[in-house]
Structures are given as C-alpha cells and as structure tokens.
C-alpha cells in the first residue's frame, strides 16, 4: 500500500503576542502600507511554525494564515464592487468575520499588492527561512466560489444565482492569485469550501463541479487544487466531484467529524476521488484523540468514501477554533499517528 | 409571578439586559491585580464600589430595574465555568478581530460545589433604593455551545448537567430574595437542528422556580425561535430589535401571555438614537402586544459602548418611554403589577 501523508490546511490560531501588535497597526491593512516592522514580527510567528511543521514531518500546510482576521476579508478588499459590512457568524461557530457586501459586477482591483499570494510572499521574505525548502510546501488560502457568495450579501441584480458569480470569481480573481502563485513559485492553493459540505446545499450539483472542471481544465497542472470542505459532509458532491474530476493536480478534503451521521446517509456504494484528504482529528473539540478511535473512524470512512492516487490525514477543520496549545498537541498526534500507521501499513506488505 | 404580586411597577418599565461598561479606574483597578500589585481585598473592593457607581448611575437616568452591571464577570460564560467544578481553560480562542475568549472546556463531571451568585446579587439587592433589580444567569445551552466537551457522551448530556447546576443556582437565588432573574441564551438558536432539545433544557432552569423569569436571546434567528414560544416556560422574553432595524416584530404575536423585554436600543452602534425613534417603535410592537406585557431595555449588554455613551442611550430610551406613558395615562394604563 501506498504511503499515507499528514498535512494541515488553514488559519492557525492567533498567537496573543500578534493580538497585541495587531492592536497597533490592524492586519487587515497589511496588504500595501504595512511596515517592515510588522512584516518581521508575523515572519517571527511563522518561522516558529514553519519549523514545527517541518519536525513535525507534515507533507505540505498553509502559512498559518496569520495575517488575516478571517478568510474573506483579504482577497474581498482585492476586488472591485465589493464593500465590506460588519461582522456576522461563521456557519455554527462563535466566530465572527466581516461580511463582504458585492454590489456589481466583480473583478480584481489593479495594483498586485492585492493579490493575497503576494501578501503572503511578502510576509514569508520577511521571515528568516529558507524558502527554497518550503515554497512548494506552503499553500495559500483562498475561500472557495461558492462559499465567498452564499457568505457574502449581495446586493446587486447582477447576480441572480450563485454560477454567474461563481464564474466571475473564479477567472477574474483565483486566476490571477494562480498567476501570481506561479511567478513566486507556489504549488498548493487551498480553496476553502465548507458550503459545499453543507448537506442543506442550496447549489445544483452538477452544475457547480462542472463550473470548477472547467476552471480546473485551463490552469497549469503544476500547481495543486485543494478543494477542502468541512463542517458537514454532503456525499451528493462528493459524487459529482468523483464522477467529474479526474485530474491528478486536484485533492478533495472532506470531514467526516463534525456531523459523523453524515458519512452514512443515502448511498451504500463506496465513493472514490483522485486523491483524498480525511479530516479525521477534531479541530472544534480540545478532546486528544486516542490512536484507535481514529483507526476505527478511518476504517469507516475508507468504506465509503476512498481515492485512486494520494490519501492524505489531516483535521477535519481549520485549527484556529482551537487554543494555541492544543492545536499544536493535535498537530503533533495527527504526524505520530501517521508515521504509526505507514509503518504498520508497511510491515502488513 | 404570585411572589410579587405586592410590586407594583409604571406601565412599560425600564430595564437593562445586564452588563454596563466599567468604569475606567475598576478597569486599571483589575489590571493592577493581574499584575500582583493588590491583592484580592482591594479587588473586592473595587467591584462593590463599582457596582454601587453603576446601580446609582442607572437610578440617576431613570431606571426602574437596574442590574449590577456584571461589573465582576470579565465573559459570561467564562465566569460560570470557573465556579464549577470540571471545567478546565487552556487557553484563548479568538471570536473576531482581535478578541479572544477563553473558552472553556468540560474535562471531568461537572458539579456545584457552592453557589455561584449569590454574593453578587446580595450586594445589588443591598445597594439599590429600587424594589426590584433585574439579576442575570448564562443558560445551560450556550455554557454548553460555547465549552469543548471533552468528557459527556453528547452536547444534550452535558447541557442538561448544566442545566441542573443552573436551575440549584436559580432556585438558591430565589430563596435569597432574588424577584426576577434572566437567562441568557445568545446561542440557542446557533444550531437550528439543537433547538428542538434546547428548548427543553432552558426549561429545566425554570422547574421550582415561582419569581420572575426572563430569556434573554439575541443576535438569533427570531422566526426559528418563535416556533418554540409556545413551549418556553418564561414570564418574559428579551429580545433585541434595533439591531435589525425594528424587522421581524410581527412574531410578538405569537407571544401569548409572555412579556417582552423589547430591545430598542442599539449596543453596536455609537450613535446615539433619536428619542422620537425609539417611541415609534415602542409603538409599534403596541400593535402586536398589550401594553401591559411590555418592558423597555436597550438590545443586549451595554459592556462595549463608552460609559457616557452607554448612559446617554438609557437617558433617551427612558425619555422617550415616559412620553408614551402620559399617552397611556390617558387610556387608563398607568401601572402594572411585576
Ligand atoms: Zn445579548
């Protein structure tokens, strides 16, 4: 059997000593005028998880996504047309982001100080790692199409459905992050799409993973699409994403945790995508898990839901729902785990 | 309820929903004390002197139920789970921006070893010249939704656990003299597919319990809560309404016999309302409910407004209260029974 990799995905936790210096000068702003001063103090936090990821043995993470009080915000202020309104409830979390209000026609603002590939590659340069190691372990996060519009309020009749906006959104604003990811050497771009999960999904099927084949189809192979769904677990699209998608660059991350009753509802026969990631270390419960309650669960998902190419194990949601301390001890079982795993895996052959 | 059948209140009284800014010096006070620089007797002191400023200060614009303030609570939530046993705080979480709470998590069985409040509403009770004082609770569901359960087989195992501390809670305040106390729900309406069962938990807090109850849920979903009114075992509702910019009043119709607690003013916002705003709307919601089954507050805690902004807003929803009262006058309506 193949070897089986750890990976992380998404916002970390904000560290107090960020919060603080946060305070002074808002991270939200980081985008053109931050100063050198603020660069350096988020590169110190991400070079101190950089380096744990790399001890820790993770096969690929995010940046940590510290520079962003949530994830609509930064790529939201990069587009035209969109204001941004106050803060609303993150699906079921007590987590507030800034609602972004879209009130015409959207598409990327001019100057590349927006794109929020360059935010990051600016914030990595200021930290004091050795980024020809890393780049092409680092993901940018990005929210998904359809989580960007059902998140946001739209107040124009421009768009009367969420595929127009999806269209948009994806070639006048994920493009142009992909086109600067590529410059700067990225190979993994995260594209956060808990509405997908959503069992109560409001979006045809079909028609909202043929819009991202598409998509897919004109983008350069190199770079890596990790389509990373969570809260809930809607097997209809998962179905549709295993029917549609066969491309060997695009890696879907379900989580079969936050609603488990999920994983067994409606059809009996076994899924299989290109390549998977599992969600199977709970990111909204402090609660270690032991070792052979997620064998057990990984047993069970694997029956239903399997991949031709890469497995990946990771949490089921971004981290940052946790206390610092403890998303770091989950990091730490998650990479354990792993290794235990390929090792029996290999010992069986 | 029959306990208070001997006060007698003006016809829409004015009331908080609980928390008021502290005031700057408690703030440097608490800060002096993290830093081990006094010790917990002056800390004491402080809050009490804190609450006497605050329950004065809402008397002063007109008040007729003031609460204390939570001048001692830093987090609702945070507050009840470091008084009872089996929770444990690894650390913070962040809820927006930069503001994080400490969010608890359920790491053994949970269990009152000795009340919570009581202290804290003996010293309001003592303090203010009014007959009554409004005293606040966190319901069981939202200590539940806003803990990690590490140690319960589910969420409605652990939250009636709560639910039962909350209710000996209640019930130990009810026998110190304690005439009407609110439960605060922000959460219950979080997780529409819990609010079936949640119902039933905010209900056990209510069992044994003969004074006055309120429910305080805000920033929610109203019209998935108003599915449940008829089921709610509560003299009052308190919900927040300029928030939304008066939407969503034609559920009160579904009130039955219970109070509302009509939020009319803003805790977000800065600005201060215009007198003639908040009448109309207190008018409005007229339409829909008796007069007499009306109390006035502002939407939610005025914690996170300026002190002189929190104060001038009570003064304009008092203002406005009393001029709709001299219409009442004449219809007849001129008190009401707690
Ligand atoms: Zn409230």
Known sequence: ?349 | MDANRDIKLPILPTTVIGSYPRPRWLRKTIKLYRQGRIGEKDLNEAFNDAVTSVVREQEIVGIDIPSDGEMRRDEMVEYFAERIEGFKFYGPVRVWGNNFFNKPAVVGEIKRTKSITVDEFLYLNEVTTRDVVKFTITGPYTIADWSYNEYYRDKIELASKIASIINQEVRELQDNGAKFIQIDEPALTTHPEEVEWAVDIVNEVTKGVHIKLGLHVCYSDYITLSKYFDRLKYDQLALEFANRGFRDLDILKKLNDIEIGLGVIDVHNRSVEEESRVERAIEKAMKYVRPEKIYINPDCGLKLLPREIARRKLQVMVSATRRLRGVLAKKGYSYIVL
Not at chain 1, 145 to 171: E, G, V, W
Request: no cysteine; charged share 30%.
């Open chain 1, 1 to 349: 059997m193949k070897t089986i990799r750890a990976i992380q995905f998404g916002p970390m936790p904000r560290p107090r000593v960020l919060a603080k210096i946060y305070r002074r000068e808002p991270a939200d702003v980081v985008i053109e005028s931050s100063s050198d001063t603020l660069l350096k103090n988020i590169g110190k936090v991400i070079k101190k998880y950089i380096d744990l990821m790399n001890k820790y043995g993770f096969h690929r993470f995010s940046d940590g996504a510290y520079w962003s009080d949530d994830i609509l915000t930064p790529i939201a202020r990069g587009i035209d047309n969109i204001s941004i309104n106050g803060l609303v409830r993150f699906y079921d979390n007590n987590f507030f982001y800034r609602q972004p209000v879209v009130e015409g026609k959207i598409k990327s603002k001019t100057p590349s100080g927006r794109v929020v590939a360059n935010l990051v590659s600016r914030i990595l340069k200021s930290a004091d790692i050795d980024l020809s190691k890393n780049i092409d372990k680092i993901s940018i996060t990005v929210p998904g199409p359809f989580t960007f519009y059902y998140r946001s309020l739209i107040s124009t009749s421009y768009y009367s459905n969420p595929y127009s906006f999806a269209k948009d959104y994806m070639y006048n604003v994920l493009l142009r992050e992909i086109e600067y990811m590529e410059k700067q050497n990225f190979r993994w771009i995260d594209i956060h799409e808990p509405e997908l999960a959503k069992r109560s999904l409001d979006i045809e099927e079909n028609k909202a993973i043929n819009l991202l084949k598409d998509f897919i189809s004109v983008l350069n192979k190199e770079i890596n699409i990790f389509i990373i769904m969570y809260f809930d677990l809607n097997l209809k699209i998962l179905e549709a994403l295993s029917r549609h998608i066969e491309e060997n660059n695009v890696y879907i991350h379900i989580d079969p945790i936050s609603k488990p009753e999920a994983l067994y509802y409606r059809k009996r026969k076994q899924l299989k995508v290109t390549n998977l990631s599992i969600g199977v270390f709970d990111s909204r419960n402090t609660k270690l898990e032991k070792y052979i309650d997620i064998s057990r669960k990984l047993r069970s998902v694997l029956n239903r839901v399997t991949a031709d190419n890469e497995i990946y194990l990771s949490h089921n949601a971004p981290l940052e729902f946790l206390p610092e301390v403890i998303a770091y001890r989950k990091l730490r079982i998650i990479s354990r785990y792993t290794d235990k795993l390929n090792l029996r895996l290999k010992n069986r052959e």
